[in-house]
Nanobody, 125 residues
Framework: QVQLVESGGGLVQAGGSLRLSCAAS????????MAWFHQAPGKEREFVSA????????WYADSVKGRFTISRDNAKSTVDLQMNSLKPEDTALYYC??????????????????WGQGTQVTVSS
């Protein structure tokens, strides 16, 4: 069992930055690939970024490439999402997710084993 708690969301102007953090419970954090998804009102939950178990490999949605950076610290059981050059269309509830067995469906919400409750990011124009 893994429990995930997100933090760091807030209100920011377009062009600004936020850093989201996800803290995981349990001693098996390093066995999981981790990801961030977001969900805007009335829309499906969408993949944002993922990182493999040791941080050597990362993946990003096209919409955030070059602006967002995912990282993890296995000693602290945390995964962060640095978001720069934020746009109003980045406004959404951001979720942290954990995946035990890496597979090609990593962009699909159904592939993930555990989810946090989400943290709201609002970007004003």
């Amino acid at each position: 069992q893994v429990q995930l708690v997100e933090s760091g969301g807030g209100l920011v102007q377009a062009g600004g930055s936020l850093r989201l953090s996800c803290a995981a419970s349990g001693r098996t954090f390093s066995r999981y690939a981790m990801a961030w998804f977001h969900q805007a009102p009335g829309k499906e939950r969408e993949f944002v970024s993922a990182i493999n178990w040791n941080g050597d490999s990362t993946w990003y949605a096209d919409s955030v490439k070059g602006r967002f950076t995912i990282s993890r610290d296995n000693a602290k059981s945390t995964v962060d999402l640095q978001m720069n050059s934020l746009k109003p269309e980045d406004t959404a509830l951001y979720y942290c997710a954990a995946l035990r067995n890496w597979n090609s469906d990593y962009k699909s919400r159904g592939a993930y084993d555990y989810w946090g409750q989400g943290t709201q990011v609002t970007v004003s124009s």
